[in-house]
């Protein structure tokens, strides 16, 4: 990985990348949604209502997975002080938080025909909610820490800490519907019981989760490069001023 | 040892007492995060009468009937060892059905009939079209 600390060679292959990306997910995931929403069959029990998964499913998976992003990242930066961590980690942060705001209000959308209601202090929604504050107090944090003055300005290990920590709301919120009576039904896929979704929804859910990833991958990697661009930028500035 | 691996160790560390700490005080958490007593629940420790609470479970098949004035209905909400008689005057959700999950908001008149004021509906983790389904997961609907 320490061969990508250098800014220009990560810029080299970052560069490219972003654009394939981007194309190749976005185009992935509006097929799948689309045959999802239009052609797909309706559920035996809800009918066309669970249409919505094709959204809800994907935006929840990457909801968890930008701060799965953010630990990871955050590790690499408090551990190897790899110099492109920090940058990774305040990427990840906007997109996931996108990305959880769209499954809530998707789940809000689908529960009150369903369930019967908007919203309810159950495991499941109450631990996803929190999710996304995580993801807004993230971000405060990385601005207020860069914006700081001081010895260790710029570096973000406060915010990379706080990466770490909040890391451990994934597991509460993916055993939230085994380990607590919930509203939200239990798990529909998982490693060792396969999927009790069938297969004709299954794939193009999988598809839009896969498509909806590489999307959220362009989108880190293009909030990457603007940050470089801007450390650049202000940088050159500061030795223009100086001369 | 060199600094990079002695900051590893201590970050790993600190992660798995973290994560060690959270999940006993979840699973501490367990009858206190619950969103919806049971009936064996209610069986082993009764709430309150008056107190409102949510009762959950599944809808007893066969269980649903509609009283003479047309708008209240009495069902039964059962687990594997227990059955509560609910009855509830209003909307149910489209999703409410005989063999199906339940989550009735209300209080305990006497200790055993529950009285609903609301009632939301529990649908299990299964998706599947229509042609699938066949006999094996039908549930009946309530008209």
């Known amino acids: 990985m320490h061969a990508y600390a250098n800014p220009a060679r990560f810029l080299k292959i970052a560069r490219p990348l972003t654009g394939w990306l981007g194309l190749v997910g976005g185009v992935l995931l509006i097929l799948c949604v689309v045959y999802g929403v239009l052609f797909g069959p309706a559920d035996y029990l809800q009918g066309d209502t669970v249409r919505i998964i094709y959204i809800h499913v994907p935006a929840a998976w990457l909801g968890m997975a930008g701060w799965s992003g953010i630990a990871i990242a955050s590790a690499m930066q408090l551990i190897w002080r790899h110099p492109l961590a920090g940058v990774a980690g305040r990427a990840c942060a906007l997109p996931g938080a996108v990305f959880a705001a769209i499954c809530l209000a998707t789940g809000a959308i689908w529960g009150r025909p369903t369930w019967g209601t908007w919203w309810e202090w159950d495991g499941r929604l109450t631990s996803m909610l929190v999710l996304f504050f995580l993801y807004l107090a993230y971000m405060a944090l990385s601005r207020a820490e860069r914006d700081a003055d001081g010895e260790s300005a710029g570096e973000g290990r406060m915010t990379a800490i706080f990466g770490l920590i909040g890391a451990i709301n994934l597991p509460i919120i993916h055993y939230s519907v085994l380990w607590w009576r919930t509203l939200h039904q239990g798990q529909s896929i998982s490693l060792m019981k396969g999927s009790s979704i069938d297969a004709s929804m299954l794939w193009p859910l999988l598809g839009a989760a896969v498509g909806a990833s590489l999307l959220f991958g362009a989108i880190v990697l293009m909030r990457m490069r603007a940050e470089l661009a801007e450390t650049k930028l202000e940088m050159r500035m500061r030795r223009l001023a100086a001369s | ?143």
């Open chain 2, 1 to 143: 040892m060199k600094a990079k691996n002695q900051r590893l160790i201590l970050i790993v560390a600190a992660v798995v007492a973290m994560l060690g700490a959270v999940l006993l005080a979840m699973s501490g958490l367990k009858d206190q995060a619950a969103y919806f007593y049971a009936p064996s629940d209610v069986l082993r420790s009764p709430p309150a009468l008056d107190r409102d609470v949510r009762l959950g479970g599944m809808v007893r098949t066969g269980s649903v009937k509609k009283l003479a004035d047309g708008v209240t209905i009495r069902f039964v909400v059962e687990d594997e060892r227990h059955a509560i008689p609910v009855e509830f005057k209003g909307i149910v959700p489209d999703l409410f059905r005989e063999g199906s999950g339940v989550v009735a908001e209300g209080k305990f008149v006497t200790p055993g009939q529950f009285v609903a004021s609301n009632i939301l509906a529990k649908h299990d983790e299964r998706y599947m079209p229509p042609q699938m389904a066949g006999d094996k997961h039908k549930t009946g609907r309530v008209s």
